[in-house]
């Protein structure tokens, strides 16, 4: 691919050349928002653009280090499925030599100390909020983020349906999920599903009677223990967990021109 140029980060931000320039070079910051500076350099950081004055600033040292970020959960349900998806998680990076931190907010908006914060399950202003505050690469798990922007993975929940009309046939079951913070994610699989059911506590009563598909293993095996037919089609897959693992990559070394959504079946 051909280098990038200053013309085609002002196309990208859709603002002038003269503006990239001024901004990347801190003259006459205070002409422009900081909406506009930051849309600009995370272009620039998303392309690897240097100009001499930011070769140093982006180049800076791996500290091997990756910011988890979750929401704080509600249900054992959620737990437990978040236990599952970091073990896997855990195993695959630290055999890469990277370290994990776990959190649950940030004490400060803005963070230097890691290499890519990987937020799972967020809700999409929430992400942007952050996203806009660093220069790290933001990737959203379990989330949809209506940006090309920034890289995110989560399951094809129409791969989901068929798989259940397959065991089912068509309209036969319900989708049962745990209540996900993302709203743009849920209203996405309400409109790909007859039947879709988002469990946000502990009572295991709310499970719908009939056919029963979730991408939930703990789900499936209340499910079943209740006397349901329950398919389960997994979230936590060493699949996705590879997935992530590629647009992790792919987003610290600033590859160019790819898709940045990925769906993991």
Known sequence: MEKITIKDIARFAN??????????????EERYTQETKRKVLQIVNLYNFRPSRLAQSFALSKSRNII???EKHKTIFQKAESYDFLRLLGKTFERFGFNLIMRTYLEETKVDTADAIICVGM????????????FVP???????ICDELFFQIYQDFSNVIKCGEREFGKDNFSVVLLDM???TLKQEIRELAKDV????????????????????????EVAEIFGRKAL????????????????????????QGIVHTVLVK
């Not at 060493?238 to 590629?246: E, F, G, M, P």
Request: proline share 2%; aromatic share 6%.
């Open 15 to 28: 603002v002038s050349v003269a503006t990239v320039s001024y901004i990347i070079n801190g003259i006459h």
């Open 68 to 70: 988890i970020l979750m």
């Open 123 to 134: 809700e999409e202003e929430k992400f942007r909020r952050l996203a806009k505050e660093n």
């Open 138 to 144: 933001f990737i959203s798990v379990d989330g949809k």
């Open 181 to 183: 913070y993302n709203e």
């Open 197 to 220: 059911v988002f469990l946000d506590g502990n009572d295991v009563k709310e499970l719908p009677e009939g056919n029963i598909v979730t991408v939930n293993a703990s789900l499936c």
């Open 232 to 255: 389960l089609v997994p979230s936590n897959t060493q699949t996705k967990i590879d997935a992530l693992i590629d647009c992790f990559n792919k987003a610290t070394e600033r590859v």
